[in-house]
């Protein structure tokens, strides 16, 4: 790693992280640069969220975040979750008139990101009424409308159809410059991501660039009691 | 659980044995014969002669709930401070209808009064069921929100959305509470239903009774075709504009109020007898003023209040327990069940205030009326809740076939919790209703604070519910002590 | 029924019912009175219509009914200016004037100034009528009227305390407060209590209406004369209504004629009054402890 470039965006160095007394991150060393595509990788429970979470915490100010869970409101339409995405960056009674009567400038703005996601029909219908994979593309389309530069997503794609993946994966490295995705798919990561790193029980196992991991590695990884 | 249970029907039976239940009419089936006389005689033409009370009883429970959810709201926020959680337990632990002889003296017998008096009670209420629903709601919408986003559109956009449903719901219940508050308030003097129910009551007339109820019953079960969320704006402003017409506040009776009337009696004394009205400060003529109305009256009227509230507790569980099987699917067939769901809806409609008084004018006096009419109120409403919880169970195929395995065996033990949890709920409301009956005419804090207002003796009848509101706190904090002992919440049925 | 209909007709019986209180809202500035007759409460309004007409006709300004539930009411409206002339109790209306400065007792009925208790009791008790006080009612249960009341509680206390030297709570077994009169007589002649007190003139119009049965329930003993009921009216008002009117007032009560009026009260004409009447009142409440000293 190049350590000694100005555009390192994070770095941890031999740090153990716990979050929520669950997953506990053991003397992690990483470090990520402006500009990389990163795609975290390893079995359930190992830490991406945690390592995600954590990052976050680091960069929020600049960064957007997908939740793994959606952390939608349910009871808002498709346009308003997406709205949330900037709620901090217009004053308060913007917010609140936007609730009842949206600016046409802010549907401008939203329209084109939930087009390019296939949602753009679903605009103004609840959330809770959407199915796992439709709430799943406005919890990306909140975080792509937070135009951010760093785009930290957790599973981004778990509920969407294979084939149509890819697409929405292809629109997050577009949109963002640089992008950290916890991925349950490892063929999905290794097309869409530059680098991989191997998370497994709270330690990274391996840190290699796409070409570099090989299904030796791989079986390794996921196979290791 | 089971410990908990007996220990409570152990104190209610040792309260039994202390209470007067004696019935004391010699022909108590003479007047419940005119009684259903009149049910089936309803002289309908005093709706219309009455339209004013009707419509009276609307607008004090829709200016009411208002300004108590706007105050609730606002109470809400700040719910997480100690000092804010005790004021709100302390305004709702002092029934509407004291309330309503507080604000009589300061701003006279009119519709302020009537609306304060379910406004600030209800404010309190809301303020901690709301913040219970925000506490309980789900967080993780929150979650999606970016951080240095203002609190008030977090509010609007991460919390609003999310609790609307159960907020709604529950204050839509309680706009149902406030038409009972409001009927009720007539019968201390306010202008809605309750003020001519009183009165064809103590004169037996029971066919106009029986048609001011119906229009009661008609107002309630109607609800939920005239209640829309989009209307009540709409309702809010119309009562609003009502109301004001009627409004005349003196400022001169507020200043007397709270400089003058309430001031303990021994430190304006001097001033009556010489006839100059001043205040003198003396401090141990008070404190003797505090004690004798504490040993005269305010411990008895305590201890009748614990007694009748104690019985009342567990006689409404076992009422329900026993009661709730009629309306469950589990043991009885469809017309049964639709009955008694009817049933159970008419009573629980009833204000207990108006059961006592058909139980008093049955019954003669004792503490007996005042027993069954809190019970049946809250057993009904216990036992319609129950019934519905226990419908939700699916048994299984092989489930015992006897209905009284299957009661004991399957349906009790997965209701009990809840039912336990909702019956603890209600230990609060049914304390303040035991205080309020006293104005009937047993020796609960209700009696001594209606003699109290009676001979214009408005400090004293403050320094009692004052009382009673501490005495009500005090039972709050053990209801809530013994449901987190036994780890059980309401949470599923709040709002019934 | 089809709920949409069935809504839709609501919607227009809550706006008819609006639009209909408009018509009976108060005008600012009337002249206002209370009164609460001593039995048959029902449809006040309508009686004491009448009598709003009257004085309104006679003192050439608006004169309103404000009705009120019971004593308690009517003197806190007293004090509030709500009302500034009311028919009260000889008890309500000490009260009523100690509470505000300048306030005068202007009329009263003919037959107030000596009014008089009965104490009643169910035949089974086996008491029957004495001239002296009745001592056989100790260990009874016995209820008074309304709290408020004179003829029904401040002198039937009174003597309950003179004879025994005790308070009725400890005299009687129970003692219960039935609220008026006439449920007094109700309560008594169905024995759910056994002895109660009342006022003379209820118990007189009960038994003319054939409501008393004498095999039941009967008089066993008349308290010493009172003075009771009484219209009062506060100070304040010749600066409102200008000089005078309180005589202007008390000259049309004593003036009334009309019998159907008068019967709303019952009495057989109005005569005139002053504070100093009620002494006796005052002195007794004093006494029993329902006016502090």
């Not at chain 1, 995405?85 to 913007?94: C, W, Y």
């Not at chain 2, 003479?30 to 002669?49: A, N």
């Not at chain 2, 614990?306 to 006689?315: A, E, F, K």
Request: proline fraction near 4%.
């Amino acid at each position: 790693m190049d350590s000694d470039t100005p555009s390192c965006l994070f770095s941890l160095d031999k740090e153990n992280i716990s979050y929520q007394d669950t997953t506990i991150l053991k003397n992690v060393t990483l470090e990520i640069n402006q500009g990389e595509k990163v795609g975290l990788i390893g079995p359930s429970g190992a830490g991406k969220t945690t390592l995600l979470r954590t990052l976050y915490q680091r960069v929020s100010e600049q960064s957007a975040f997908v939740h793994q869970h959606y952390a939608l409101v349910p009871q808002l339409s498709v346009f308003h979750n997406v709205y949330v995405g900037r709620l901090d960056r217009n004053t308060t009674s913007q917010n609140l008139i936007n609730l009842v009567y949206p600016r046409e400038q802010v549907r401008q703005e939203i329209f084109p990101i939930l087009d390019s996601l296939g949602i753009k029909e679903k605009s103004f219908v609840r959330v809770g009424e959407l199915s796992g994979g439709e709430m799943q593309r406005v919890a990306v389309a909140r975080a792509i409308y937070r135009q951010e530069s760093i785009l930290l997503a957790d599973e981004p794609v778990s509920s969407i159809d294979p084939h149509q993946a890819g697409a929405v994966l292809e629109l997050i490295n577009q949109v963002a410059e640089t992008v950290v995705m916890s991925l349950h798919a490892v063929e999905l990561a290794l097309k869409y991501a530059e680098r991989i790193i191997g998370l497994h029980n709270g330690e990274i196992q391996f840190d290699l660039s796409a070409e570099e991991v090989t299904p030796v590695i791989l079986k390794e990884l996921y196979q290791q009691s | 659980m089971l410990k908990t249970s007996l220990t409570f029907v152990g104190i209610a039976f040792i309260a039994v044995v202390l209470a007067d239940l004696e019935v004391s009419t010699q022909h108590p089936w003479l007047e419940m014969g005119r009684m259903v006389e009149g049910v089936f005689t309803p002289e309908l033409s005093v709706i219309w002669e009455f339209k004013a009370s009707l419509l009276n009883t609307a607008i004090f429970a829709l200016c009411g709930t208002f300004l108590g959810v706007i105050l609730g709201i606002g109470l809400a926020f700040f719910f997480q401070f100690l000092p804010v959680r005790l004021f709100c337990a302390f305004i709702r632990a002092i029934h509407e209808i004291f309330w309503a002889f507080i604000f009589l003296p300061i701003v006279g017998l009119n519709s302020i009064c009537g609306v304060l008096a379910i406004a600030i009670p209800y404010a309190g209420i809301f303020a901690k069921v709301y913040a219970e629903i925000i506490q309980e709601s789900d967080q993780q919408p929150l979650e999606g929100i970016p951080k240095d986003t203002h609190r008030l559109s977090r509010f609007f956009y991460g919390v609003l959305p999310v609790i609307y449903a159960d907020t709604k719901h529950y204050t839509a219940y309680r706009f149902e509470c406030a038409l009972r508050s409001s009927a009720i308030l007539g019968f201390i003097g306010l202008p809605t239903l309750g003020y001519h129910l009183e009165t064809f009551f103590k004169e037996g007339m029971y066919s106009e009774v029986a048609a001011l109820l119906i229009v009661f019953y008609f107002l309630i079960a109607s609800l939920k075709y005239w209640l829309k969320p989009r209307l009540v704006p709409v309702y809010v402003v119309l009562a609003f504009a009502l109301l004001s017409r009627e409004i005349s506040l003196s400022w001169e009776n507020v200043a007397r109020f709270f400089t003058y009337e309430i001031l303990p009696w021994p430190m304006r004394r001097q001033g009556i007898h010489d006839g100059t009205y001043t205040v003198s400060f003396v401090l141990i003529p008070v404190l003797e003023w505090v004690k004798a109305i504490w040993l005269d009256e305010a411990w008895e009227g305590i201890w009748k209040t614990i007694v009748l509230t104690q019985i009342v507790l567990v006689g409404t569980g076992l009422f329900s327990l026993f009661v709730f099987p009629f309306a469950c699917r589990h043991f009885a067939g469809k017309v049964t069940n639709r009955i008694w769901h009817y049933l159970l809806i008419i009573v629980r409609t009833t204000p207990e205030y108006i059961l006592a008084y058909i139980f008093l004018t049955l019954w003669g006096p004792s503490m007996l009326p005042a027993v069954w009419a809190i019970l049946l109120h809250n057993g009904a409403i216990l036992a319609f809740l129950s019934s519905n919880n226990a419908d939700l169970v699916q048994l299984r195929i092989d489930a015992p076939f006897k209905r009284i395995d299957r009661y004991f065996y399957e349906i009790l033990p997965r209701v009990y919790g809840q039912f336990l949890a909702f019956l603890f709920y209600r230990w609060e409301v049914m304390m303040r209703e035991s205080a309020i009956l006293g104005i009937l005419g047993i020796y609960t804090l209700g009696f001594y604070i209606h003699s109290a207002i009676s001979d214009d003796q408005i400090d004293k009848a403050m320094l009692l519910i004052l009382f009673t509101a501490i005495l009500n706190m005090g039972i709050d904090s053990i209801s809530q002590v013994v449901r987190r002992r036994l780890k059980i919440s309401t949470k599923l049925s709040i709002a019934s | 029924m089809c709920f949409a209909v069935l809504s839709n007709y609501m919607r227009l019986l809550v706006l008819f019912l609006l639009f209909n209180s408009m018509l009976v809202l108060p005008v600012l500035g009337e002249f206002k009175f209370t009164a609460i007759p001593d039995q048959d409460t029902a449809r006040l309004q309508q009686r004491f219509g009448k009598i709003a007409d009257y004085l309104s006709g006679k003192l050439g300004i608006e004169v309103k009914y404000i009705p009120v539930k019971d004593y308690a009411g009517s003197v806190q409206s007293f004090k509030n200016n709500e009302v500034q002339l009311a028919w009260f109790g000889g008890l309500s209306g000490v009260k009523a004037r100690l509470a505000v400065p300048g306030s005068v007792a202007i009329a009263q009925g003919a037959e107030d100034p000596y009014f008089m208790s009965y104490f009643i009791a169910n035949v089974s008790t086996g008491l029957s009528f004495a001239e002296e006080f009745p001592k056989g009612i100790k260990g009874r249960t016995f209820t008074f009227g309304s709290k408020g009341s004179t003829s029904g509680r401040l002198m039937p206390e009174l003597f309950i305390r003179q004879s025994f030297s005790q308070t009725p709570r400890d005299v009687f077994s129970r003692v219960g407060f039935s609220g008026d009169h006439s449920k007094t007589l109700a309560l008594v002649q169905s024995g759910s209590y056994e002895v109660g007190a009342m006022n003379f003139k209820v118990w007189k119009k009960e038994v003319d209406a054939g409501r008393v049965d004498p095999a039941k329930v009967q008089v066993i003993w008349r308290t010493p004369a009172y003075p009771d009921y009484n219209w009062t009216i506060r100070g304040d008002v010749d600066e409102t209504y200008g000089e005078g009117f309180i005589k202007k007032v008390q000259q049309a009560l004593i003036d009334l004629q009309d019998r159907a009026i008068l019967d709303a009260f019952p009495r057989a004409r109005f005569i005139p009054a002053d504070n100093s009447m009620f002494k006796p009142v005052l002195d007794t409440a004093i006494e029993v402890g329902i006016i502090r000293n």
